[in-house]
């Protein structure tokens, strides 16, 4: 059992460093950490179960403790940013002041198609536009445009924040004939309101397909086409 | 922090077991060795009814050992020792002394294995 727990804790390690070491191109959405525990998970799930002769403690004990490597591991990154910026890396500005930083780009092996067609998936078709773009420990790209290209906002044109324009989010109420009561309470709402409104519709619940509702009473109503008998 | 308090709990006891297995494998690997040996003399002193009581209670320890051994150590390993156990009193009964011998001398080797299979040392970890 010990040889397990070492073997782990080095196999652990190693992918780590590896994945590390693979750089941001490869992580896309997963931290590193996280990323090498799924690998592993997935792979040492499979050995007590494909094999009936090795003991589930040769499955579990590892298992266990990769969960738990990375649950001090990601306690650990949160305490200490030395430690987070060693394991998961630090951002890097990619594009800065509408320059690309060639020599980054090189260490990152991140090519200048790949840059494009990240800049393209936020809509970025001119990378002229482009004042600020950050490549994200998760491997993502955030894009910080020229004022000339930035999209206009409300801010920009001077426009008050009043109750007239204000649009309140609108939560989910009803999903497939079930109530949501954590978003009832968010929209502050309660039951007896949401029995006024079905009786109004004339509709019961089981037969409401989706629900949404905002503070202000703007709702909407979709009602099951198929209903339940 | 809870979780992260849970997971050094958990961590803990793996480590505690993990290292105290060896000791365990120890302590009966060599109950089971001495019993073997016991077994050995008896054969030499051609005491055959003492070696064939001797071989009766080698094999229930084991059967009672097996259970727990089981959990931790490869199925395929407890399954080939039982297997040579279960031959040890027919082989005495047929008088077939030299291969009750050599089969005895095999499974202390195999017992003596699982112990020295699970130590935590350099050679088993790479």
Known sequence: MAIVFIRTLILYLLVLIGVRLMGKRQVSELQTSELVTTILLSNISIMPIQETSIPLFYGIVPLLSLICFEVILSFVCLKSSKTRHLISGRPKAVINNGVINQKLLLDLRLSVDDLMAQLRQQQIFDIRDVELAMLEINGTLSVYQKFNSRNITTQMLNIKDTKENNNEPQFIIISDGTIIEDNLNLCNKNKNWLDLILKSENQSLKNILLMTSDSKDNYVLIPKEIKNS | ?126
């Open chain 2, 1 to 126: 922090m809870r979780r992260f308090v849970i997971s050094i709990i958990i961590l803990s006891l793996i480590i505690i077991s993990a290292f105290s297995l060896p000791i365990y494998f120890k302590k009966t690997t060599l109950e089971l060795t001495q019993k073997i040996d016991e077994i050995n003399i008896n054969i030499k002193n051609n005491n055959k009814q003492e070696a064939i009581s001797k071989t009766y209670e080698f094999s229930k320890f084991w059967h009672d050992k097996k259970n727990i051994i089981t959990v931790f150590v490869n199925n395929d390993e407890i399954d080939h020792i039982t297997y040579s156990i279960s031959r040890l009193v027919p082989l005495l009964k047929y008088n077939n002394i030299s291969e009750f011998s050599s089969n005895l001398s095999y499974i202390k080797i195999l017992i003596i294995s699982i112990y020295i299979d699970d130590i935590p040392s350099l050679s088993n970890i790479f």
